[in-house]
């Protein structure tokens, strides 16, 4: 994922998903430099393990961790971002 290489398809625009995904793992590993982010761990894990719900990050530090690599795209849809590093979250805390 480091450089998406183009996908053989028919459409032109299959190399995008991918671009976007690598922006929310850069996004991710910002939100593990955070200061709470033991803490944000240890709520995600917990409401998975015992509502097994997805705990969703503030829009505020979604916008924080996804600004230095999203668009305008990312912006207008910060709250489907958010969700998408809120979901890495909680793999990444359920699995470590």
């Known amino acids: 994922m480091q450089s998406p290489s183009n ?7 299959a ?6 995904q690598l922006a929310n793992l850069k996004a991710f590993h910002l ?5 709470n982010f033991a803490e944000l761990c240890q ?11 997805i ?10 961790c996804l600004a ?3 668009d305008e795209i990312t ?3 910060i ?8 979901k890495i979250l909680a793999t990444y805390s359920a699995f470590r």
């Open 43 to 53: 709520i995600s894990k917990e409401a998975w393990s015992k509502q097994k719900d």
């Open 79 to 86: 709250e489907d971002y958010t969700w998408d590093l809120s």
């Open 7 to 13: 996908i053989a398809t028919d459409n032109t625009q």
């Open 55 to 64: 705990y969703y990050l503030d829009v505020e530090l979604g916008k924080k």
């Open 68 to 70: 230095p690599y999203g």
């Open 15 to 20: 190399r995008e998903p991918g671009l976007r």
């Open 75 to 77: 912006f207008k849809y």
């Open 31 to 35: 939100l593990k430099q955070e200061a």
